[in-house]
């Protein structure tokens, strides 16, 4: 993979996707990036049908917990 080409991860949770610029932000989603890449190499690697699903509920979880890390790190009252 080149350097241009994004991961499965950075891809997943939209790490281009961050308009204010703000670092809390950008490492969390490299955070969350790296660690649904890790699950998904399993889920290519794996033969098991069973744990493919489980990595794919894994990797919505991370999803879902990266959105919402990134709504508290940007909240405003």
């Known amino acids: 993979m080149s350097e241009a080409e994004p991961s499965y991860g ?3 949770v939209g790490i281009t996707f961050n308009p204010s610029g703000d670092i809390g932000v950008a490492l969390c989603k490299t955070m969350a990036a790296r660690s649904i890449d890790q699950i998904d190499e399993i889920r290519r690697s794996s033969t098991s049908i069973e744990q ?17 890390a990134v709504k508290a790190l940007t909240w405003k009252d």
């Open 52 to 68: 493919k699903r489980l990595c794919s509920i894994a990797i919505t979880q991370m999803q879902t917990a990266q959105m919402w």
């Open 10 to 12: 950075m891809k997943a």
